[in-house]
């Protein structure tokens, strides 16, 4: 399986992206792979960074799209995670760079990671909703089929272009409340992992995700006490909620 995240406008909260850093140090990884951004990054947006070498050299840091082998004991499917910016240039070239990684390592599923802001009460469980372009996904999983039109990101793009290529994907989204800035939404991530394992199968080992998940709420818990406002915009929240 290959498992994919983007900082960017998919990535409310940074959900998807926080998700894929909590297996990267779960787990044993090996980088295996990138794709140079150069071509689909524009540099004064996403900077790269400057950063000592050795306590006295300096050396330039480029933002790229980096793969990971993940070793998972005891599992007999292997795990890929792929971790980046969204592009900003030549989606077309860029989604066809991906394609052709997946077709070289035989992946047999591509799930993609996303997040977005809505009007939601920050103390229910989190809604993660799954999409796929792909029929036999869609009837396979009880997915959604995704009614929605307007402007998309570059997870949408993927699901579809991988899927046009006969690359099975799929698209997992977390609903968070838009009245909370706090970053990372450590219980979007713990709930886009649980998304995973649940059309995967395989079993990600979330206990440590368990108790920052439970602390993040806490936190927002006290947050939103603290702000007459907020408290009074979540009881609204809740009485359209609970009147329907």
Known sequence: MLLLAYAGASDAGE??????RFLLDQFSVSNIARIEMEEFLDFTVARPHMRLRDGTDHEIVWPTHEFFSVRMDNQSSDLVLGLGIEPHLRWKAYSRCVVEFAQRLNVRMVVLLGAYLDDVIYSQPVQVAGFSSAPHLTSELNLVSSTYEGPTGIVSV??????DAGVPALSLWARLPHYISTAPNWRGALALLQGVERVTGIPLELSGLDGMAADFDVTISKLIASNPQLSAYV???KKRAFSQ
């Open 158 to 163: 993927l699901d579809q272009t991988l899927s």
């Open 15 to 20: 959900a998807a992206t926080s998700a894929s």
């Open 235 to 237: 009881r609204e929240l």
